[in-house]
């Protein structure tokens, strides 16, 4: 990757001008005020960088055409549940209201009704357009309620209307998009059992001039939804499940959909994500989505959802805000003092390895761990005579490996040995930060559904070298992040976020010494490149999560210039083991990580847009993504 790539670009100040009026000039100081000097600085940056591919004209593209929306209107399921519109209003300006509904009975799937209570019941132009609409549409329902209760008993109020087999929430002020319920229904197709059904969403202007800021979202997934309620719109629940989970509860108020969905899908037998945009989020001066400081309490009330989530669920966790507003952290205590075995390969390098062992002796809080150093053929007297002096300390066992080197086949070989309950792969050129971080990775790998955890890892200038891994990026699997300002906190705050992947590092890997031996350990046909997104995968197939923690902050002091695979028999080797993936993982090679989006690029590490057909923009992203420049980096460990 270049720094033409590379996520750390400058402010677009044409883009600030634009942007200027007396009200964001407002907000520009709340923000100021709130976050200090640096950290507005910084957001200002990630808000006002130019835009890889200008959402814009990608929306423009990606929007489906009228022939388009005319086909879906003339096509009939097999299945068509009636689905019920839940719509809670309270003095909804005219010209919002009439948009709202209007973007409901432009649905091109028509098995639906639209519940509206009506909270506004001196707003005597409320009760006259919810009547006319009423009249020309039977699918278009609405009581008046005598007063407001607040939000969330007023979209109770509005479910008690329903007749569907399934729920959607839709705010009174935002919008659907008119093929939103078709491709609902039509992936309900192939998914019987979805009680839970998400979209991706954008925003929109108040005047609807202006869509920005998509929130293209991945797939279930349980970490990243406890730190943020990044499913929020459009969400779809079985009526059954609403019954089973309970309604809106006003003591939650602010974040009353937080927690229902926290109840909804922990009662779900399958929640299924549409990796459409499907629904637009209007911002104003009144609304969270453009004020966040505007509601603290609705954050308060965030990080009550969570608590009660990890109560219902038995797990032990301490939540927290972060500095940015309605991100949170779960801190998971450690239960117990279980053995963590780490295990370190090793040629040579002995000042990378010195630094490396003191740096986790003195700056680790976490005792309990042995190290176990395995190696490989070394030939300087240097390395062997810092052996016998690391030998003097119990905790570290010398192990010997006589072949080839064979990255998997050398921490296989260490983890027989290893008599820990917790193993943690750990590159030599790893030197630790927080003193925290072991402790932090154990305390999330102890979760009994958890297989896996990988850290943040930061090179020697502060920039990002791993946060999480995507598959499928440059062809096989890559690094998210690379290259960008580690006080960065990147596409919506997710290289900051604990959260679900299908793929972290084996630079600094945590893993249940039973589920490694579940999944196989590492597959020795990989020998340097992709075995631990090989490993990942096969911890994922047993039904593991793999944890992206970027609360384990290290340093990663290999070289960003590292040796290139250029000759014969590298290039043979490497060649050999992509096919080997593609062989072995076809599946989301070809279906797309379910912890990334289908509209993102496979090119840019900044979850960049992934240009589409018909854009009038240059479109750069026909670049090959097979084999590409960074698709090595992620597991290459020819430099151990």
Not at 333 to 350: A, C, F, M, R, W
Not at 588 to 597: A, F, S, T, V
């Amino acid at each position: 990757m270049n720094k033409q790539q590379s996520t750390g670009g400058k402010i677009q100040w044409l883009r600030v001008l634009k942007k200027l009026s007396p009200y964001t000039v407002q907000k520009g100081f709340r923000y100021l005020k709130h976050y200090g000097p640096k950290e507005f600085w910084i957001r200002l940056h990630e808000r006002f960088e130019p835009e890889e591919v200008p959402y814009a004209p990608w929306y423009q593209a990606y929007a489906p055409d009228e022939e388009t929306l005319d086909r879906q209107r003339t096509h009939r399921f097999k299945y068509e549940p009636l689905i019920s519109i839940i719509v809670p209003a309270y003095q909804t300006p005219t010209e919002f209201l009439k948009q709202m509904i209007d973007s409901v009975t432009g649905q091109t799937y028509g098995v639906w009704e639209l519940c509206i209570a009506n909270a506004s019941p001196d707003n005597e132009e409320m009760q006259r357009i919810l009547a006319e609409y009423a009249a020309r549409d039977e699918r278009v329902r609405f009581c008046n309620l005598k007063e407001n209760l607040g939000i969330a008993e007023n979209t109770n109020k509005a479910f008690a209307m329903a007749k569907g087999e399934f729920l959607g929430l839709l705010d009174h002020d935002d919008l659907l998009a008119p093929n939103a319920l078709y491709e609902i229904v039509q992936t309900l197709q192939t998914h019987p059992e979805a009680d839970a059904v998400y979209t991706d969403e954008d925003k929109v202007t108040t005047e609807l001039d202006e869509h920005f800021q998509p929130h293209l979202k991945p797939d279930f997934n349980l970490d990243l939804l406890r730190s943020n309620n990044y499913i929020c719109h459009f969400f779809m629940v079985r009526r059954s499940v609403v019954e089973q989970a309970g309604g809106f509860r006003r003591e939650f108020d602010g974040a009353q959909d937080y927690d229902f969905i926290f109840r909804c899908t922990e009662a779900a037998r399958e929640v299924v994500h549409v990796p459409e945009i499907l629904y637009h989020w209007r911002t104003h001066k009144a609304s969270t989505a453009d004020n966040p400081a505007s509601k603290m309490y609705a954050f308060e009330a965030g990080k009550r959802a969570i608590e009660e989530h990890l109560k219902r669920t038995g797990v032990r966790g301490v939540v927290s805000h972060t500095p940015d507003l309605g991100f949170y952290r779960v801190q998971y205590p450690v239960q117990g003092q279980p053995l963590v075995s780490v295990i370190i390969p090793n040629k040579d390098e002995k000042e990378t390895l010195q630094t490396c062992m003191e740096s986790l002796k003195s700056n680790t809080d976490y005792q309990n761990f042995e190290i176990i150093i395995v190696e490989n053929n070394s030939t300087t007297e240097e390395i062997f005579q810092y052996y016998k002096e690391l030998s003097r300390d119990p905790r570290i066992r010398l192990l010997r490996w006589t072949k080839a080197f064979n990255y998997s086949a050398i921490n296989n070989f260490g983890a027989s040995h290893a008599r820990g309950e917790y193993l943690l792969f750990l590159n030599n050129d790893i030197k630790t930060i927080q003193p925290s971080w072991m402790e932090e990775m154990l305390g999330v790998c102890q979760r009994p559904e958890v297989g896996a955890v990988g850290a943040k890892l930061i090179y020697p200038d502060h920039t990002i070298q791993h946060a999480g891994c995507v598959v499928g990026m440059g062809g096989i699997a890559g690094h998210m992040f690379v290259d960008m300002p580690a006080d960065r906190t990147g596409y919506l705050h997710k290289a900051s976020l604990l959260q679900d992947m299908s793929a972290v590092t084996a630079a600094c890997m945590m893993m249940k010494k039973k589920v490694f031996e579940k999944a196989g350990g590492f597959t020795e046909e990989l020998a340097v490149a992709f075995n631990d997104v090989d490993l990942c995968l096969k911890v994922r197939k047993e039904d593991f999560l793999i944890v992206y923690d970027p609360y384990a902050e290290l340093y990663h002091m290999e070289s960003k210039t590292r040796g290139a695979e250029d000759s014969e028999e590298k290039v043979r080797r490497f060649q050999t083991e992509i096919e080997y993936m593609r062989c072995h993982w076809l599946d989301i090679l070809k279906n797309g990580d379910p912890y990334y989006n289908k509209n993102l690029s496979l090119t840019k590490w900044n979850y960049s847009l992934k240009p589409l057909p018909g854009m009038s923009w240059k479109d750069d992203e026909k670049k090959k993504e097979a084999g590409g420049n960074h698709a090595g980096n992620i597991s290459d460990h020819s430099q151990l």
